[in-house]
């Protein structure tokens, strides 16, 4: 990594800051995430799964669940700010041998990513764009993606940032956020060879809702 590689908006954002801003009670993302999370594990039977824009860890106390019951081999956690991957290595350090961190820029270097049967993506869409989540896809091959997009509520002056005293640690955010509909997204998973399987919606509190879409490689159907 030279002195001059552009950094990464989220490589500077503290976990803390992160975490504490999706926990309020008037957003609610990091807890319903939680619960998204146990659903998507349930559903497919992989022995390999890549969790893109793992954060701090959220939701891997269910991979724990399923590493215990011996149907999860491997597990990939992707970020690109590595603070993020050392906190997921410490929350999860029982998990060492099935648990994998591998930091990556999804937008520059999609190549180095393992291949994996089960893809899970969840608010990661809007910050890379459909675009560098095809070629994701491509390199992953998975058999099955479930992803999250948020659904912002429809208000004059609504901002895609719930308004929070952490507000302004994601101000730069804006030069990669993308946003997303669902139809978008359903359609560039087709134009690479997956067809929809189904879609969830999770209300939040302010208004806004996560959207739950799984896909399945067409030939898995």
């Known amino acids: 990594m030279g002195g001059n590689r552009m950094q990464n908006p989220w490589e500077k954002i503290p976990l803390k800051d992160y975490e504490a801003h999706m926990s309020l009670e008037s957003v609610r993302q990091l807890q319903a995430m939680h619960e998204i ?5 349930n559903v497919y039977p992989a022995e390999s799964l890549m969790i893109l824009g793992v954060a701090g860890g959220n939701g891997v106390d269910y991979v724990r669940e399923k590493a215990g019951e011996g149907n999860l081999k491997k597990v990939y956690g992707v970020d690109v700010n590595p603070s993020y991957l050392e906190t997921v290595r410490q929350r999860y350090a ?3 041998g099935i648990l994998e961190c591998i930091r990556v820029n999804l937008r520059k270097e999609p190549g180095r990513l393992p291949q994996a049967e089960f893809v899970i993506a969840n608010l990661l869409i809007e910050y890379v764009g459909c675009a560098c989540f095809q070629d994701v896809i491509r390199k992953v091959r998975p058999i099955y993606v479930s992803c999250v997009i948020q659904i912002n509520a429809v208000k004059t002056g609504e901002t ?3 308004d929070s005293p952490y507000l302004h ?4 955010l804006e030069s990669v956020h993308h946003q997303m509909e669902e139809q978008m997204v359903k359609e560039s998973m087709r134009q690479i060879g997956y067809l929809a399987k189904g879609s969830w919606e999770y209300p939040l509190p302010n208004g806004k809702k996560l959207e739950r879409m799984d896909f399945a490689m ?3 159907i």
Request: charged share 35%; net charge negative.
């Open 94 to 96: 029982d998990l060492k």
């Open 160 to 162: 895609w940032v719930s």
């Open 218 to 220: 067409s030939h898995a």
């Open 169 to 172: 640690v994601f101000d730069d």
């Open 37 to 41: 999370m146990r659903d998507q594990l």
